[in-house]
């Protein structure tokens, strides 16, 4: 099985490609990737298979394996790409002002497309069944894959576990990574604005300056993190993004507003920390003579690899891709919606390299220089349709 799928795998590697540049070409936002789903939906009926809609431009199809009943699998990709303008001379670069797919997610669904094919031509030799879930809207609360659920898409029939792939560009071309337990932090937005009172700058005492009071709050916050936090506990508070309304070099502005994001591994001190920011912000802004608004937006919770599921998967990986090539992830602070799924069954969510020194494909996921090594495509679809068949034939 293992030679017949890497053979397959080998030979539509640049059928593959072809998807992948397609969809990089023409990259649609969260909830809005209708050409995509339409692509995805011709491509599943070109192998015969009957495909269905889910929460507007998601797309779900189902194969029987021909050797009886057995579990059922899902195998998740997502369409969305991102609000950001794409710095590239490739010929497949973004067609569409302002949006990119700067995280991969063309290279999850051409992948999960191959390995349908992959799949489709094996179907007489496993049993059970695979889901094949294109999701929209992973980069935008409240998370596609949420909606999923709601809308039933790990019953009828109900999946026993789903297995999630993601571009990783700090590991080379040729490997793969995984890790069991926790992986993937909680994250949730959070938008503070600070009321004073304006006024010129010379003559700070007849003003409540917001600015110094913003400062003041974001360098308290800080000790939620260094001194409220279990130290052992991977715990993140940043803000990125600080506006005053008005201001000038002499002019105090009436308020400042500014946004960050809490990130954690730990739902009970998730809620701790989101009422601590509260308690922290309006006492500050008190002492200060200002006031406070304060809005948390609860986020996608943490994605957590199921232990005995991941090391089956693992194992599959190690067979197909040999040892030297599956590497042992650390926690990675950053959020992905696949953690809904995380959280109702048991779930594996691992890397796939995608990074080239050689030909200078070094940039992060989420920057406007962000491609990948296209060779990944063959283990993309290849190594997914074989932890597929793996675990459902074991």
């Known amino acids: 099985m293992k030679a017949r799928i890497k053979s397959l795998a080998k030979e539509i590697k640049s059928e ?27 491509y599943l009926q070109s192998l015969g298979l009957e495909t269905h809609r889910i929460s507007g431009t998601g797309v779900w199809a189902m194969i029987q394996g021909g050797l009886g009943e057995g579990k059922t699998i899902a195998l998740r990709a997502d369409l969305d790409a991102l609000p950001i303008q794409e710095l590239s001379n490739k010929p497949y670069a973004s067609k569409n002002n302002g949006i990119m797919h700067a995280c991969g997610h063309d290279v999850h669904t051409s992948s999960l497309l191959g390995a349908a094919k992959i799949l489709n031509s094996l179907r007489a030799e ?38 999630g792939q993601h571009v990783m560009p700090f590991l080379n071309t040729g490997n793969v990574g995984f890790r069991k337990g926790l992986y993937m932090a909680s994250t949730d937005e959070i938008y503070i604005t600070i009321n004073g009172k304006g006024g010129h700058g010379a003559m700070p005492h007849l003003c409540v300056d917001p600015v110094a009071t913003a400062a003041q709050v974001i360098v308290s916050l800080q000790q939620i993190v260094s001194r409220k936090a279990k130290p052992i506990l991977p715990t993140v508070l940043s803000f990125g993004k600080i506006n005053s309304n008005g201001g000038a070099t002499n002019v105090i502005p009436n ?84 953690a809904y799924y995380s959280q109702v069954v048991p779930a594996c969510f691992y890397r796939l390299g995608t990074r080239n020194e050689g030909k200078g494909i070094v940039s992060s996921v989420h920057t406007n220089t962000f491609d990948i090594d296209e060779n990944a495509l063959e283990d993309g679809c290849g190594l997914l349709a074989f932890l597929a068949v793996s675990a459902l034939n074991n």
């Open 126 to 163: 496993f049993k059970g069944a695979i889901k094949l879930v294109f999701q929209p809207g992973e980069e935008k609360l409240p998370g596609g894959a949420s909606l999923l659920i709601k809308e039933g898409i790990l019953e009828n029939p109900k999946v026993d576990a789903i297995i």
């Open 16 to 42: 593959v490609i072809g998807i992948r540049q397609s969809i990089h070409s023409n990259p649609e936002l969260s909830f809005q990737e209708e050409n995509t789903a339409k692509l995805v939906e011709n």
């Open 255 to 338: 308020s400042v507003s500014f946004e960050g994001t809490l990130r954690t591994l730990d739902e009970e001190w998730r809620g701790q920390a989101k009422v601590l920011i509260e308690k922290i912000v309006n006492s500050t802004a008190e002492a200060f003579g200002a006031t406070a608004e304060i809005r948390i937006e609860h986020g996608y919770p943490y994605l957590k690899n199921d232990e005995h599921f991941t090391a089956a998967l693992w194992q599959f990986a190690n067979d197909y891709m040999g040892a030297e090539h599956v590497e042992s992830l650390d926690i990675w602070m950053a959020a992905e919606d696949f």
